[in-house]
Structures are given as structure tokens and as C-alpha cells.
């Protein structure tokens, strides 16, 4: 039959057609691949950022003088000062008594409630989803808290209780005490209060600085000493007494302790500029030169700060390293390798624990290089000093750190990728942009983030709490 077909001459030449191409969507690629690229992940984070601006401020204490009244609370005198002033008795110099500030800020597991410590011993418990309803509508007001107690002057830190939604503890400077509150229950005396020792005058003469609950072992507490340089352990099931004491001898006093995921690692950091670690799983160390009878659980290891910076060949060819206090320490909960740090000379960085280095580095001028004037220049040199806390967004690698020396915060990028402007190892690329600053109303000196979404809040050396957001205008139905 081929014999009566009719071929065309062109049909050898044609080049057989191709299926048509599919089209890529690029603005849905994520919703139908399920993955984020990396570089739109960081510049949609950027964007929100920026976006984030103070919504809020509430102060917390609507009398008068803006103080609690003063009150004998568990053998102490607390005295009340209306505002900063000095006093100079010729053997002592000048001596400076603060206003009250914010000395401690933290979320329950659920991000339900806000507690927050102050320096004149006051103890607030706020609902977080009332402080944004008014914050929406109104820029600074005052509101009722859902519990406000005094406990002890010089509250350190405030840590709520993972296993127990209702209890929430705080630690103060000026005694060796942990006391513990449950708010569902309509008392102002502690549920429990927990003692470094069976001995008063060491009680008395040893202060906390910071504290951390177990998730893990259930009724376990850790706290930092600030005298002594010593973490007490607590198993509330057996004593109020520590089960554990862990000592640092020779370096200096805690400022800020961190444990790990697992609780099987507590690190620490000192006000001589060391990194400290202690592993609770127990073990056996060296008795030698030890004093017979005498308890001694040493750290398994210790960084010197300055160290560490002397490896960057970068950051020592600029400035040179010398040794500041570490404020606070936190492990970063999307990436436990990174255990960020503040110091006291206002530098913020990441020090990865798999092969002790430092990773990130952001170095400001010192903030007391920007006080100017002579009026009160003494007095904002001191409130420079003030421990800052910063703290980790919950979602992504954004450090939150509070400046001293401008009402801001900064939102430090220390991502893992090439993308942080903060790493040390990168490359110096002018396109890779700048750390975020958010401006506050007032200094700012610890910050908290809300565990199940990036939103945080701060407070301030003014005794009030700042809530940030997406900046709002609202018009009324006229559009005035």
C-alpha cells in the first residue's frame, strides 16, 4: 500500500514538534513545593522586622510617688526613695539611689501570662492578650495586673514553672531565697521558699542572680549566686535546701545561667569575663588539694572571654580586646549550638558550643563613650552599668538586644547562613543589610520573647513594659 501514498518532500526537514513547557510559578513556588528559599526567607523576615514599632507602654505603679509602699518582707527593710538622688558621706563618695526598673521579664510556656520583677522588690503577673487590647487602643496607659506583690528588694529574675502553668518564682540580689508563687491562689504569702543553705547568716549573706526551672526532672530548680559563684540545685520532692552545689571558685560571681534542652548541661556566665559549664549528670572529679569534708563540684570547662575575641584576626586588628563582665547568656532554641552572649562593654555575640568559636560579633562603641554633659553625667554612667538582658526571638535566629546608650533595641541577624552581616567568617558584602533598630520611649534593659511567635516585649529603666507590634493608625468613622 505504500506504493499509493502521497509523501510530502517538506516532512523530512520539519523538526518534530516539543511538548509544551510548563510554566514555574514563582510567587506560589512555596505553597506547592512546601519549601522556603533561603534568601526569601530572610528578606520577608527583614521586612517584618522593620515593620515592628513600640504599640504600647504600662507603667507599673499608679500611686503617687510611682512607688509600692515600704514594708518589712522576710527580714528586710525595704525604703522607699521617690526619685534619683545623691547622697555623699565623705567616707563612702557618692552613692546613687535609683527609681525602680524593670529587672526581669518572662512568659509562661504558653505565652498566656507576663511576669516581670523590679528593683524595689515588686512581683507583677499581667494577661499578655490585655496588655495588646489596650495597647491597640490606647499609647500609654496603666492597667490592673492580675497579681502585684511586694516580695524582696533587688529582685534579680523571674522564671515560671513549665510543669505548673499557676506557679511562677523570682530571685533577688540581697538573699539566698527562691520564692515561689501560685496565682491561682488568693494569698500574698509564698507557696514555698527555698534556701541556699540550712545556715542564716549565709542565707543572709548570699544573693541570686538568675534561675531556671527543669522541665525534664520534675520539681527541680537552678539558681546563680552572685557572692560566691555558685549554682544551687533544688529537688523540691526531697528538701528546701540544695541537693547540688556547684562551685566556680576562682571566677568571680554568676551573672546568668542557661541549660540546655536535654538538662543535662548548665553553662554560666561570670563577671570576670568566663564561660562556665557543669554537666548534672554527675561523675566523679579530682579530690586532690581539697579540703577533707568539704563538698566540691568544679565546672568540666571554662572559656576566657577575651580569648576567644583574640581569634578573630579581623576584630583585633581594629580594637583591643579587653576583659568585660558577661550580663547574660542564652542558648538559642532553633539551633542549640548557638549560645548567645552580652557583655557589660555593650558587645553581642554567638559563641558555637561544637567548636568553641566565636561565629557572630557585633561591637558598638562602649555605651558610656556617649554620655555627654556634666549635669548628671555620674548618674547615667551608673545607670549604664544596669545588667541588660537580651533574649532570642522564638521563631528565627534574631537576637533582641537593648541599647543603653539610645532609647532602642536592637534586632542582631545571627543566622547560621552567609546572609548575617554579624558573622565573622563571611565575606564583607556591602548588599547584606544592617541590624534593625526598633526606637523605644524610654532605655530599655531586659527583653522577653513570646514563645510561639516572634512578638516580644521590654522594660524599661522607668518601671514600664513596653509591647511591640505592626504600627496601626486607626481613623475614626469621619476619617479625622
Known sequence: MDQFVTRDRHAAAEVPSREPRLITWKHALTEVTGRIDSSLKHAVLQTMLRSLSEIGSFPQYVDSQ?????????????????????????????????????????????????????????????????????????????????????VCPHLEAVAWNPQNQDEVACVAGYVGKVFCYDISRVSDDPSQVLKVSANAEKVESTGLSDLAFCK??????????????????????????????????????????????????VYAGSSSGHFLAWDLRGGKSSTAFITPGVVYNPPFAAWKMTTLLEQIPSLTAQTAIEMSGIQSISLNQGCEQQLAFHLLNGWSGVLDLSGLKVTHIHCPPPPWCSVEGEGDCVLKKAVLLLRRKPTWLSANSIYACPSFSSSKIKLLDFDLGPSSPHTVEGTEDEALAEHVEVSTSAPVTTCAAHPLNDQFVAGTIEASILVFGDKRESTDENGA
Request: glycine letters at 8%; one cysteine or more; charged letters at 15%.
Open 66 to 150: 510611682g512607688l509600692p509602699h515600704s514594708r518589712s518582707e522576710h527580714g528586710f527593710r525595704l525604703h522607699q526613695s521617690s526619685s534619683s538622688q545623691y547622697v555623699s558621706p565623705p567616707f563612702l563618695g557618692t552613692r546613687i539611689i535609683y527609681r525602680p526598673y524593670i529587672s526581669g521579664l518572662a512568659f509562661d510556656c504558653k505565652g498566656v501570662y507576663l511576669a516581670a520583677v523590679t528593683n524595689n522588690g515588686s512581683l507583677a503577673v499581667h494577661d499578655y492578650e490585655s496588655l495588646i487590647c489596650h495597647a491597640q487602643g490606647s499609647k500609654k496607659t496603666s492597667m490592673m495586673a492580675v497579681m502585684q506583690l511586694l
Open 216 to 265: 525534664l526532672g520534675e520539681k527541680r530548680i537552678l539558681a546563680s549566686g552572685r557572692k560566691h559563684g555558685e549554682i544551687y540545685v533544688w529537688d523540691r520532692r526531697i528538701n528546701t535546701i540544695p541537693q547540688l552545689v556547684l562551685s566556680s571558685s576562682q571566677h568571680g560571681q554568676l551573672n546568668t545561667l542557661a541549660l540546655t534542652r536535654d538538662e543535662q548541661v
